[in-house]
Every structure is written in C-alpha cells, then in structure tokens.
C-alpha cells in the first residue's frame, strides 16, 4: 500500500490518501481542510477514490467529507458509534477492500465512543487515539481515560513494533513513528496500572 499523509488545517491535523498500488484504488481518511491540497494528492498518485473514512466524529476530522464525497463521488464510512451522516457502518474487526489488500477497523474507544484505527501491511493509521509521544485528550464528551487505557494496552496491545504509525495531528517531534518506538518511549504507554493512567490523565 502506498500512503500519502497530507498536513491540512490550522490544528496540525493530517489526511490520508491509502491506496493500493496495484489497482490504483485509494481511501481518504479523515478529509476536514484544504481540500485542494488532498485533491492534488489524489491526481498525484494517479488513484480513485472509492470510499472515505472518518476515525472518529470530531469536526477537524469530518468537516471536508461533504465536499470530498462531491468530488469525488465515494461513500462515507464511520464507526456504528458515531452520530454522523455516513454510508456505511464500520465495526470492530471489519475489513475495509482496498485493491488486492485490506485495512482492518480497530475499535479504540477513549478520545471519543466512535474512535478506530485502521490497521493495514505494515502500517496503523491511528486517528486521535495514539500520537506520537502522546495520546488524545479524554476530556470531550464521549471521552474516556480508562477506556483510552483498554484501547491502547487491550486491543493496540497485539500490534506488531514494525508497524509505521500514522497520527492524526502532527503533535510530536516527528510526524510518524513505529509503534515499537512509541512502546519505548512514549510516556502514555510505559506500564502503569489503570487507576494509575485515569490519574495521569485527570480522570
């Protein structure tokens, strides 16, 4: 799969053009500003866009999909979670096409009830619920530190180090990583008991 992080916004945020190389099929996750700069992206890698992902309901995640869907005439897909308008329902453990290969939908609940990542060759494109260095916030409605702990030491607990990190802002000092890097150094996944990580998150 080839991956086109796009910087967009005044928020840091990042937009993802996913496609599979073979069949020239791509995804748009998470398209919120400068639509422009996604769309020259899109005729860049000479790709078709055949559906557009939201990780999770946030307005600077979701505020472009309208016009992305005008453009490009793809369907929108959410968690079942999320209160959005949308397409297609997505669900923990579903397998989102993509050409010959596939994304699978991580249920990451914490940042907000609808979060996932998508979890595909070599990669994990992982919204608001892991940055690099940190993590999102849990004090917006639907946020919750400890469910943010069972995401990330319960269902990110069995991806693989080599797995590249793509976040959903450029909050750190690089904008990507592994998730082997982040394991080591990111002070949101050093061991810590859940009473512990609620605490260091102030709740």
Sequence with gaps: MIVRQVPVGTMANFTYVIADEATRECIVVDPSWDLDRVAAAIRDMGVRVGLIVNTH???????????????????IAQHRES???RSRELADGDEIALGGSSLRVLHTP????????????GMVVSGDTLFVGSCGR????GGSARELYRSLFGAMSGLDDSLVLYPGHDYGPSPTSTM????RTNPVLQPRTE??????LGG
């Excluded at 849990?138 to 409605?141: A, C």
């Excluded at 009473?195 to 260091?200: C, G, I, R, S, V």
């Design 180 to 183: 082997g890097r982040e394991r």
């Design 57 to 75: 309901h946030h307005f600077d995640h979701t505020t472009g999909n309208a016009e992305m869907a005008r453009m490009t005439g793809a369907p």
């Design 138 to 141: 849990v004090d917006l409605p």
């Design 110 to 121: 914490g940042h907000s009830r609808d979060s996932i990542c998508l979890v595909g060759e």
């Design 83 to 85: 209160d959005l308008e």
């Design 195 to 200: 009473d512990e990580f609620a605490a260091m």
